[in-house]
């Protein structure tokens, strides 16, 4: 067996039959080896490709995960490569595919049927609906995301908006005000401490064609946009994870199996660094969520259309360095978080 760093990367499986978390060690390199799986209790949508950022959400030692395909949510402890149970909960709606946690409170989107976000705390080990929670979220909702200081919750709208809450001291949504995306088919999204949001655009999977936006919060549910939508050249932005430092973005582009990578200046706005900072299986649709391992040294990046996940050595100044793949996830996988 590799010597272990130390870190863990979470993937769910999506199974329409059951959902499960396969869990994979970091070893010395920032390598994957593959240890167990654990079932969620749940099921997942069975489809090959989950259309959302942040199904596997890791704070923490505990990690969440929707499922898409029994409307409910799963909380377990994390311990390395070990997880236990603490709860699983109906999620407030239909096919939950987006978690955001703060603290206690944990919000869950709903995207199916009439989509909503829901409120939940987590009171010792279980997850508890806060009353009066949930708020309607748009039309065709991608992901849902917790300012850092907690006063303001996020969700992305296909149809080119981005919705905005207040969140009071109890962790309720208040104020709504739905801003007009820079670009086209806003998707995922990253927040840096200061409040400055970087969100990926799919530009209608136009090819080419995708881009990404910056904005900076202001009060709770007021967002300044920064920079507008600057283009990729590439095709379907979906994902964006901001660095450790806060200098640089990944965006994933579904399209082409790329990583292209911007830059962010201390005032938010964003510059294309690399169109094709990293590949995965050039040429070849399929990658989606991606995640920072909690040094910052690693990004992982999942590709659902092989069932692998690639990994890749981040430099001090941004750039990725391949260092291989893990492989044998099913078709469905969907979502991944690191240690």
């Known amino acids: 067996m590799k010597e272990q760093a130390g870190g863990f990367v979470y993937v769910q499986t999506n199974g329409a039959d059951h959902n499960e978390v396969v869990v994979f060690a970091r070893r010395t390199g920032g390598e994957l080896e593959r240890l167990h799986s654990y079932l969620t209790g749940g099921k ?15 704070d923490g030692d505990r ?93 992305t ?28 088919t806003p998707y995922g999204l990253d927040l840096r401490a200061d409040g400055v949001l970087v969100v990926a655009e799919a530009a209608g999977a136009q090819i080419g064609k995708a881009s990404a936006s910056s ?43 790329t990583i292209s990578t911007y830059a962010i200046d201390a005032e938010g706005a964003i510059a294309l660094r690399e169109a094709v900072a990293a590949t995965t299986v050039d040429g070849t649709p399929g990658i989606r969520d991606e995640a920072l391992s909690s040094d910052g040294e690693y990004l992982y990046a999942l590709h659902a259309d092989t069932g692998s996940v690639f990994g890749w050595k981040v430099s001090a100044g941004g750039e990725l360095s391949a260092i291989g793949s893990a492989n044998g996830l099913p078709l469905t996988a969907a979502g991944l978080a690191a240690s």
């Open 63 to 155: 990690l969440f995960v929707t499922n898409a395909g029994s409307d409910d949510l799963t909380a377990f402890t994390a311990r390395g490569d070990k997880l236990e149970l603490l709860d699983r909960v109906g999620s407030g709606g239909s096919a939950p595919r987006s978690v955001a946690v703060h603290g206690e409170r944990v919000y869950v989107l709903n995207t199916g049927g009439k989509p909503n976000v829901t409120g939940f705390v987590l009171e010792s080990d279980r997850l508890v609906t806060v009353k009066g929670s949930s708020r309607k979220a748009g039309t065709d909702p991608a992901q849902v995301a917790v300012s850092p200081d907690g006063r303001t919750l996020l969700v």
């Open 44 to 58: 997942g949508s069975g489809e090959p490709h989950l259309p959302s950022q942040s199904s596997v959400v890791l």
């Open 157 to 184: 709208d296909r149809v080119d908006k981005i919705h905005a809450f207040a969140v009071d001291a109890d962790g309720h949504l208040r104020d709504h005000v739905t801003h007009e995306s820079s670009g086209a």
């Open 215 to 257: 904005y900076k919060l202001g009060e709770p549910a007021q967002l300044a946009p920064v920079s507008g939508a600057v283009g990729s050249t590439r095709s379907e932005v979906c994902w964006a994870v901001i660095s450790k430092d806060g200098r640089t973005v990944f965006v994933t582009n579904f399209g082409d199996g």
